[in-house]
């Protein structure tokens, strides 16, 4: 196999006309366990949260063995997995924010250094990276991947202080933005979520004895363990034979988690920081219904993030629930293709129309959110050609003007449509009857931040919660 080097910050995609999702992270504590196993357990609930890569990353105490690879998860490990033994586990699911999909950037990424091995996962995105690399690089540090994560790594094998502890917290006082990280050395397993709580993180215990830590309460599910409690921003958790430690890294300015993991990215079936993202998307359906100003026969989801919110949206309006689309489920969530021609033919192979659902009908099709139109204009087209009379788009969050810097490979502001055009030019464009955008008010009050003071909303409002200037309008994100 060769093995690509890639030091470069990552372009923008311009291509994908969607969100892309950030990353999922696993570890497990399980001494007598199948570490190996209950991790990857773990990891497959997150898939979602990550299709271009996976890694997996075991220890017995003295040494590190690590299994990965490019694509799905069952595409990563092929080959040797079950042979992997140890004590703790950590695990990662990757889509790219900052460094090339390439196979160096796959992680976990580990080091060896005076103090033993220290083995990272990072679901997030650093906004003081590019600052942070060139200072390391000018004190010498060699760089082996384009990841901010590896700058994390590089900050606590460096770092003076005498444990582990104290290393991973002076260095997390030097870094910003975004990170929710699992750490393995050869006796502990460390969880940490940075002081705003952008991204989840939360905590499980296995029957019989052990730990999980995961990026969502579904990877507890399918490994086994029960919901403890979520990771609090600021903390940092300490799993070891003497049981779990929780200490605080740093006092939290304010909480900022990320609303779209209630929008969009996460399961349904998960509950992050005591709110289901299932009633979650729910109650925004129930909502949007609320705001609809139009008139129609029926509401149809695109399947399958607007699945939940289209239930909620026919509840409240008392129109009819009605299939039109039908998903193919051998095309990827993430499918990406270079030009226009090519996404409309993949938007015809992912779904597919019920004619007879939607012949003659005012259709209300749901959606989570907007980002470049070209996708939303090959929906209606879809449907309009398998013969509905009108079709009103209706949008379960508010429009998206503002790039985000926290772990989300959004676009470059100029390719968001909203931040240069109005709804009914929207409206044009995409040839919709109606556009409804859930409107921001309607979305936090849905998510219960009605004052603004839990959640991040940056790409409605380009209200950073922190200094975006290092990555701002850079290539990185």
Known sequence: ???????????????SPRWKEECGVAGVWAPGRSVVDLCYLGLFALQHRGQESAGLAVTDGLHIDMERGMGLMREAFRHRLPSLK???????????????????????????????FICLAHNGSLTNAPSLRRRLEKDGCVFQTGTDTEAILNLIA?????????KIAASLQQIEGAYSLTIMTGDRLIGVRDPYGFRPL?????????????????ALDAAGAEFIRDVAPG??????????????IGARPRLARCVFEYIYFARPDSVLDGLSVWQARYRLGQQLAREFTGAADMVTPVPDTGITAALGFAAESGLPYVEGLIKNRYVGRTFILPDQAERQSTVEMKLNPIRANLKDKRVVLVDDSLVRGTTSASLISLIRRAGAGEVHFCISSPPITHPCYYGIDTAVRKELIASHKTVDEIRRIISAD?????????????VGDPEEKLMCGAC?????????????NKECK
């Open 158 to 166: 460096r770092d003076g202080a005498q444990t582990t502890e104290e």
């Open 235 to 248: 903390e940092m958790l300490i799993i070891d034979r003497d049981g779990l430690h929780s200490r605080i």
């Open 460 to 472: 409605f409002s380009g209200e950073y919660p922190t200094s975006v200037k290092d990555v701002e």
């Open 1 to 15: 196999m060769t093995v690509k080097c890639d030091l470069e910050l990552k372009p923008q995609d311009v291509t």
């Open 434 to 446: 109606g556009l409804q955008y859930l409107s921001r008010p309607g979305l936090m009050g849905a």
């Open 202 to 218: 939360c905590l499980g215990s296995l029957p019989g004895g052990g730990y999980v830590l995961a990026s969502e309460s579904c």
């Open 86 to 116: 140890g004590h703790a586990a950590i695990g990662h699911v990757r889509y790219s924010t900052c460094g090339a999909s390439l196979f160096n950037n796959i992680q976990p990424i580990f080091a060896y250094f005076s103090g033993g």
